[in-house]
Each structure stands twice: as structure tokens, then as C-alpha cells.
């Protein structure tokens, strides 16, 4: 784990890089001083063209990398909400066989600008920038969550009930949990980006 300064893989050793979300905030490397080396690894694996998945916080490291600004969001955006897709996503390859518009899980209160080589795919009403992609689709970054579980949800509404404060885009716990319509839709969407994703020719 890259907390306790374990070594990245071999750049060759993998075809995918999927960055996962966390606490923590992509400006905090003071704080958590792997931040700096894992940019720099998601710099190395977007050279080495690989295909680079970025969720929640994988996607503000990303779109960081890639030059855009991410910054403290207005409000938090936490539990089920929709997102609606925009014009281009409709043309790409990755988004475009995605409905134009679905309910996702949302954890987050910080956002990321989109950098100026990619393109906006989904925007929600609390947030405008809720997924993007860079190079054709090789790279794509979504604030959303679509591979949360159950079982997830309740770990994170335990360990972070700080966040659960009463505001417009907040629910609450019991809102949250016990989605299952919810999760296979989910599911089924991940799959059908994934699967786009793969499509795309590396050059």
C-alpha cells in the first residue's frame, strides 16, 4: 500500500491503472507524502499509454496531473444522485452507450476542473464536472461511483459520519444503504464503460 511506502509494479508488469478514491485531498502531500509519487506514477502510466481509470479521488489526481485545478466544492455531495451526460459524451466511445442520464452513488466535497486536453462527459446539478476523458477515452476520470457496494456505503457512513451533516445534496444513512436496484444498475454501467475502455486502440 502506497501509506506504508510500498514500491509501485513494473511499468510493463500491467495494461490498466485503476485509481481509487480516499479521505484524503490531492493538495494534502504534506500530510500524506505518497500523494507526490503516486502523480507521478499516474503521470508515467498516461505516457506509457495505458489505459488509466481514475473514481472519486483517483479522478482529482488525474485530472491534477493533466493540469486541471481541484478545489474545496461549494458543498458535499453525498448519496444517491443524478448524472446527467453531456453532449460530447454522447460521440464517445467510452460514455456513449451510457443512458443520458442515471442515478449514481456520490461521496466527495472537493471537485476537479476539467484539464484543457480533455473533454467534460457528465455533469450532476450539485457539481458540473463529474467525469472526463483525455486521449479518445484511453483516460477517464469520474467523481461518481459506480463500483460501491452495500457493504462499502455502511463502512464509509461509519467511519466518516462527519461528513453526514444536513445539506441539500446530503443523505442520510439510511438513505444510503440497502440500494440493491440501485447497485446492480450500477454495475452494469461499470461494465459497459469498462468494456469501452478496452476498445480503445493504444497507439
Not at 108 to 133: C, L
Not at 184 to 190: A, G, I
Amino acid at each position: 500500500m502506497l501509506y506504508y511506502d510500498e514500491a509501485f509494479p513494473a511499468m510493463d508488469s500491467f495494461d490498466w491503472l485503476v485509481v481509487m478514491g480516499g479521505p484524503m485531498n490531492v493538495y494534502e502531500e504534506k500530510d500524506y507524502p505518497f500523494l507526490a509519487r503516486e502523480k507521478k506514477f499516474i503521470v508515467d502510466a498516461i505516457g506509457q499509454k495505458k489505459r488509466v481509470l481514475g473514481v472519486c479521488l483517483g479522478a482529482q489526481l488525474i485530472s491534477d496531473v493533466l493540469g486541471g485545478k481541484v478545489t474545496n466544492g461549494p458543498h458535499k455531495e453525498i448519496g444517491w444522485h443524478k448524472v446527467t451526460l453531456t453532449p460530447e459524451a454522447k460521440k464517445s466511445p467510452v460514455f456513449g452507450r451510457l443512458p443520458a442520464e442515471f442515478v449514481a452513488f456520490h461521496w466527495h466535497g472537493d471537485t476537479f476542473a476539467i484539464p484543457a486536453s480533455a473533454k467534460r462527459m457528465a455533469s450532476s446539478e450539485a457539481y458540473e464536472n463529474q467525469a472526463f476523458e483525455h486521449d479518445g477515452g484511453r483516460v477517464v476520470g469520474l467523481q461518481f461511483h459506480l463500483e460501491m457496494t452495500d457493504d462499502g456505503i455502511n463502512r464509509l457512513a461509519k467511519n466518516n459520519s462527519d461528513d453526514l451533516v444536513p445539506g441539500k445534496y446530503v443523505q442520510d444513512k439510511d438513505d444510503l444503504l440497502h440500494k440493491d436496484g440501485l447497485l446492480q444498475e450500477n454495475y452494469r454501467l461499470l461494465s459497459i464503460l469498462l468494456d469501452g475502455m478496452a476498445k480503445i486502440s493504444i497507439k
